[in-house]
């Protein structure tokens, strides 16, 4: 850790950055981005963990001299596409992560959508700082246009590359889930999507589609029922 959390106890002599105003590249990743969010809480509410925080497209601070370049219009990444951080307080307000706020926590888990004007960055410079500062056990890379998920654990202090099941999909043992891909429509976009699935190989819901689940699994009862009488 660059920078000790007892740096918390004192006030920056600048304001912090948490919007570079940077728009997301297209209508895949604006409905990516927060159905992998909502799929992670997902499963965590099924393992019946609160103590986690899953963050994405805001600024990760990881030291005070970092915080201080941006102050100064230093060009800096904004922050992984999503990350999830375990053992840290659920509830409270955040505009981003600093870690001298948050016991000197950093991401876990890194998940960054890929696209021709960061693929590079993402596999070279992002790649080295999550793994030399930050040590994010697990680092997933998806590439939209190739359709290939990537995924990289932290071994000592380096990446090794995880090896898939048959399916093609990736163990994440901070998550309890594997990491796949999904072919099906998502706010009107027929497309492939990164999803959650549990042990046991079945998709990990959205509230959403648990709400149509259930309403389905109700009208099966109800024919039941009626053919009954």
Same mark, same amino acid.
């Given at each position: 850790?660059?920078?000790?959390a007892?740096?918390?106890?004192?006030s920056?002599?600048?304001?912090?950055?948490?919007?570079?105003?940077?728009?997301?590249?297209?209508?895949?990743?604006?409905?990516?981005?927060?159905?992998? #969010?909502k +799929?992670?809480?997902? &499963?965590?509410?099924?393992?019946?963990?609160?103590? /986690?925080? !899953? *963050? =994405?497209?805001m600024?990760?601070y990881?030291?005070?001299?970092?915080? #201080?370049? +941006?102050?100064?219009? &230093?060009?800096y990444f904004?922050?992984?596409?999503? /990350?999830? !951080? *375990? =053992?840290?307080?659920?509830?409270?307000?955040?505009?981003?992560?600093?870690s001298?706020?948050?016991?000197? &926590?950093?991401?876990?888990?890194i998940?960054?959508l890929?696209?021709?004007?960061?693929?590079?960055?993402?596999?070279?410079?992002?790649?080295?700082?999550?793994?030399?500062?930050?040590?994010?056990?697990?680092?997933?890379?998806?590439d939209?246009?190739?359709?290939?998920?990537?995924?990289?654990?932290?071994?000592d202090?380096?990446?090794?590359?995880?090896?898939?099941?048959?399916?093609?999909?990736?163990?994440?043992?901070q998550?309890?889930?594997?990491?796949?891909?999904?072919?099906?429509?998502?706010e009107?976009?027929?497309?492939t999507?990164?999803?959650?699935f549990?042990?046991?190989?079945?998709?990990?819901?959205?509230?959403e589609?648990?709400?149509?689940?259930?309403?389905?699994e109700?009208?099966?009862?109800?024919?039941?029922?009626?053919r009954?009488?």
């Open positions: 850790m660059s920078q000790p007892v740096a918390a106890l004192a920056l002599p600048f304001e912090l950055v948490f919007d570079d105003g940077e728009p997301l590249e297209t209508e895949w990743h604006t409905v990516q981005l927060p159905l992998l #969010r +799929v992670i809480r997902q &499963r965590m509410l099924e393992r019946e963990r609160r103590d /986690f925080y !899953v *963050g =994405g497209n600024f990760v990881y030291s005070v001299e970092q915080a #201080r370049d +941006v102050a100064k219009g &230093r060009p904004m922050g992984p596409d999503v /990350f999830w !951080v *375990g =053992g840290v307080e659920p509830d409270r307000k955040r505009k981003g992560w600093v001298w706020q948050e016991g000197g &926590r950093l991401p876990d888990v998940v960054e890929l696209s021709p004007t960061t693929a590079e960055i993402d596999r070279t410079m992002k790649k080295d700082l999550y793994a030399r500062v930050f040590r994010t056990s697990e680092y997933y890379l998806y939209p246009d190739a359709r290939t998920l990537e995924g990289l654990r932290l071994v202090r380096f990446y090794q590359p995880m090896a898939p099941d048959p399916q093609g999909r990736l163990w994440s043992e998550l309890g889930a594997f990491l796949g891909l999904w072919q099906g429509r998502r009107g976009l027929e497309r999507w990164v999803r959650l549990r042990p046991d190989g079945s998709l990990v819901p959205t509230g589609e648990r709400a149509v689940e259930a309403e389905a109700l009208g099966r009862l109800r024919a039941q029922l009626e009954r009488e």
